[in-house]
T-cell receptor, first 113, second 114 residues
Framework: DQQVKQNSPSLSVQEGRISILNCDYT??????FLWYKKYPAEGPTFLIS?????DKNEDGRFTVFLNKSAKHLSLHIVPSQPGDSAVYFC????????????FGAGTQVVVTP | DTAVSQTPKYLVTQMGNDKSIKCEQN?????MYWYKQDSKKFLKIMFS???????INETVPNRFSPKSPDKAHLNLHINSLELGDSAVYFC?????????????FGPGTRLTVL
């Protein structure tokens, strides 16, 4: 039973433009959300997170938006750079659950010159 | 410099064999995890240890046995390997126990069972 869904397996975007990655979840108990980035043959690396008490969190070029009523979050990357080409995973959890993260299937982002 | 390391990076073995994957973190974290990434690319948590104690044990076959000799190490032993065990296994660590914090992942071990 997949509780975190990333329905777009891939996204192609031009360098300098905005990348928008989407993630939906079904478990209303989730109250903490994270985005990870993964290059081939490497482990995922943490990008940005958001608690359910917020609806937006920014860190440099990365912004995560959370819409709790729609059980939806998105990651915006502005401007997109060639080094952003990677697989992006959305993850969700319940605080105080000993780090039990539920991951989506990932979205492959390709940034073209 | 490596924060979370795993050995080996690649493991090719025959069905029925027993194998181990080792994980070490030098971040001083108190919690370590094993994840499995299957052919559909989903990352699924298998186990979590906090201060050498088993905290999370998902519905994983008994053939999988994690062992944490100390806070910095979490090894995964797999008995009687099956074809379906072929996957990439990631080790991760974090600090904070019950509180969700950023998890740092190792580079993964690609296991192929023939």
């Amino acid at each position: 039973d997949q509780q975190v869904k990333q329905n777009s397996p891939s996204l192609s975007v031009q360098e300098g433009r905005i990348s928008i990655l989407n993630c939906d979840y079904t478990n209303s108990m989730f109250d903490y959300f994270l985005w990870y980035k993964k290059y081939p043959a490497e482990g995922p690396t943490f990008l940005i997170s958001i608690s359910s008490i917020k609806d937006k969190n920014e860190d440099g070029r990365f912004t995560v938006f959370l819409n709790k009523s729609a059980k939806h979050l998105s990651l915006h990357i502005v401007p997109s750079q060639p080094g952003d080409s990677a697989v992006y995973f959305c993850a969700a959890s319940v605080q105080r659950s000993w780090g039990k993260l539920q991951f989506g299937a990932g979205t492959q982002v390709v940034v073209t010159p | 410099d490596t924060a979370v390391s795993q050995t080996p990076k690649y493991l090719v073995t025959q069905m029925g064999n027993d194998k181990s994957i080792k994980c070490e973190q030098n971040l001083g974290h108190d919690t370590m995890y094993w994840y499995k990434q299957d052919s559909k690319k989903f990352l699924k948590i298998m186990f979590s240890y906090n201060n050498k104690e088993l905290i999370i044990n998902e519905t994983v076959p008994n053939r999988f046995s994690p062992k944490s000799p100390d806070k910095a190490h979490l090894n995964l032993h797999i008995n009687s390997l099956e074809l379906g065990d072929s996957a990439v296994y990631f080790c991760a660590s974090s600090q904070g126990g019950t509180i969700i914090n950023e998890q740092f992942f190792g580079p993964g071990t690609r296991l192929t069972v023939l």
